[in-house]
């Protein structure tokens, strides 16, 4: 039976085609504070993060660079570990799938499952993506494309085995339905069951025969074992586990897993094949999934197609590292995608990293110094305005064990940021420089300035798991190893007779948004856009396409797609369905009413399931987009 107080806690391993960004990043500076929180609260933590290694898209990659996969994914990995250690985080165990414990591991979890019936040998035939390893049905296709990355798709036909889902989605289902906590945040939850799992589950393409670079299947070698089973076990044979029973120390400790910590886009893979793969290995589910929202560069999601990608070494040489991860920790919401912008950046670091807290400990320490030598007293000379600091200090510690506990990073730091800002308005009402100039209020002084310290070491020791190298500067400052989150439940704990700090560190210097541009600049130098060549097309071509007006009464969220909206459309003589990617720029609400033009003369087409009868016309700009809308033309009115 595994002990309540070990916890065991995973991101998702990242694929090593290519250097991580920030948004790729936040995952493991979120999960590294949840660790440091946890081991706050006294649980026994054991964090395991790690790189995918296989796949064809690597094998392709590398074939482009002229080394062999192995050499290429060694130095993608590398690449991966040093941006992992750059941001501070302690995880226990750099899991790589191509360990030769986990290749072994998996091919005997592969044969058990073929041995059992649950893996079969079948065909496969149907739209492929390479950049995402992915197949698709015809009707799954945007514009005839992958629904996921948008990229070219190519037909594939092969050979392949197969993992019966079908046969445990019941199971799942009645998994999910008695254990709410199982899949989080519920929109998550809702989305799997209703998109997936209620209409029926199709059995998972689990070899390939067209590539090489993965882990053979050792009873059949011209296939190898397709990405699922590869990454997703290893969250157990990171462990040390082993399918003929002789586990590993770690394993027998640690599973079940307390919490996967994955992004949004992978929820799908880890709440339906990992715990039906799991079951079909009669191993104990992960206690809890959560899919975390994206960090999106402005609106949109980085990728380096868009050329709008921001890397997190980059960043920490113009910020630090700190400050890198309070902001992506601040920015996110629980459930909801965050921003990253230069712009942001500096305006939160100045104004909540340089002036509400580094201000507050620079001038509380300076001033410690300047009235008594920087010893610290508590003479407990108290008026009423000191009870309302108080107060605020300790309920602070609850609020952020109670976000914490659900992962809510931005809640919680808003918390202790509250406690910060309180403190800071102490200082204004207290006048500390006024009591100085009265021998008599001497005694009131040094009490204001034991709070102000008090205060600062209560937001010291919540802020360890975001701000880890921030929070112990400040705590070695005030120069006190009172360092216990469980402890901040009274308030005076400080030791009189301290000695602060002569001359404190500043902690944040107000950025120079002009500098700051100057060093973006040098980063991501402008680059010149080509001219491209007219395609010119005759006055009969653009006589083939008809253009007709038509208003919008109608539209909704497509069930299998975020990024598309479904909408009815008057054009006059009929109401047309059409199919258009444009939810991220439109909501439904704001989209009924709009006077659009549509081609009205296009094939129809089945666009992830759901006829199009028609496109509507827009334009886009980097990350602009806006749809062609008329004012005045009745509907059905032809543009010409």
């Known amino acids: 039976m595994k002990n309540e107080k070990d916890y065991y806690l995973t991101t998702a391993i990242t694929y090593t085609s290519g250097k991580p960004h920030i948004g790729n990043t936040y995952e493991i500076i979120l999960a590294d504070a949840i660790a440091r929180f946890k081991r706050q609260e006294g649980y026994n933590v054991y964090f395991q993060t790690g790189t995918d290694e296989h796949g064809e898209k690597i094998e392709l990659k590398a074939k482009e660079a002229g080394i062999d996969p192995k050499q290429f994914v060694d130095e993608k990995a590398a690449e991966v570990k040093r941006i992992w250690d750059l941001m501070d985080t302690t995880y226990d165990r750099f899991m790589r799938t191509t360990d030769e414990y986990h290749k072994q591991q998996v091919q005997k979890i592969f044969k058990k499952l073929y041995d059992k019936g649950d893996i079969y040998l079948g065909y496969y035939e149907g739209k492929y993506c390479t950049a995402c390893e992915s197949f698709f049905t015809e009707s799954q296709l945007v514009d005839g494309n992958c629904p996921d990355c948008g990229g070219k798709v190519n037909e594939a036909k092969e050979e392949a085995y197969f993992f019966k889902l079908s046969k445990y989605s019941e199971r799942l289902i009645n998994h999910i339905e008695t254990h709410p906590e199982f899949i989080q945040p519920v929109s998550r939850k809702n989305e799997m069951m209703n998109n997936f799992l209620k209409p029926g589950l199709q059995d998972l393409c689990v070899s390939r025969t067209s590539f090489s670079w993965s882990i053979p299947v050792d009873f059949d070698p011209k296939h190898v074992v397709y990405v699922w089973i590869d990454a997703l076990t290893n969250y157990i044979t990171g462990l040390g586990y082993d399918v003929d029973g002789n586990h590993g120390e770690l394993y027998n ?376 809308s008329v004012k005045n033309l009745p509907n059905g009115t032809k543009i010409h």
């Open 253 to 628: 400790k640690f599973w079940p897993a307390d919490l996967h910590l994955i992004g949004k886009d992978i929820v799908r893979f880890h709440t339906i094949y990992w715990p039906i793969m799991l079951m079909a290995l009669d191993i104990p589910l992960p206690k809890q999934v959560f899919g975390h929202p994206w960090l999106l560069q402005g609106e949109s999601k980085m990728s380096k197609s868009k050329g709008n990608v921001i890397y997190a070494d980059d960043l920490v040489d113009i910020f630090g590292v700190d400050a890198v991860r309070y902001y992506v920790l601040r920015e996110i919401p629980f459930d909801n995608d965050g921003s990253i912008t230069w712009d942001l950046l500096i305006e939160r670091i100045n104004s909540d990293l340089a002036n509400i807290l580094g201000n507050l400990v620079n001038r509380t320490i300076a001033m410690s110094n300047k009235y008594f030598s920087g010893v610290v007293s508590n003479p407990g000379v108290k008026e009423e305005i000191d009870e309302e600091l108080i107060t605020v200090a300790l309920e602070m510690p609850k609020k952020v064990i109670e976000k914490m506990d659900n992962f809510k990073s931005s809640d919680a730091l808003d918390a202790i940021f509250t406690l910060l800002r309180r403190t800071n308005k102490y200082i204004d009402e207290t006048m500390p420089w006024a009591l100085a100039k009265e021998e008599s209020k001497r005694d009131r002084l040094a009490t204001v300035l034991y709070n102000l310290i008090e205060s600062i070491r209560f937001s010291a020791v919540a802020l360890i798991p975001f701000m880890p190298s921030t929070a112990n500067k400040i705590l070695d400052q005030i120069n006190t190893d009172q360092r216990s989150l469980l402890d901040l439940n009274k308030f005076g704990l400080y030791q009189e007779g301290t000695k602060v700090i002569e001359k404190p560190e500043m902690l944040f210097a107000r950025l120079d948004p002009k500098e700051i541009e100057k060093k973006i600049a040098a980063l991501q130098p402008e680059k010149k856009e080509k001219k491209k060549d007219v395609n010119f097309i005759t006055i009969d071509d653009f006589k083939k396409v008809e253009l007709t007006v038509g208003t919008v009464i109608e539209s909704k969220k497509h069930p299998e797609a975020d990024k598309l909206l479904v909408s009815k459309i008057d054009i006059g003589n009929e109401v047309r369905q059409i199919v258009s990617g444009i939810a991220e720029y439109y909501s439904p609400n704001e989209f009924v009413g709009k006077k659009v033009i549509v081609v009205s003369n296009l094939k129809p087409a089945k666009i992830r399931g759901i006829e199009s009868q028609g496109m509507i016309l827009a334009g886009d700009k980097k990350d602009l987009l806006e749809v062609i």
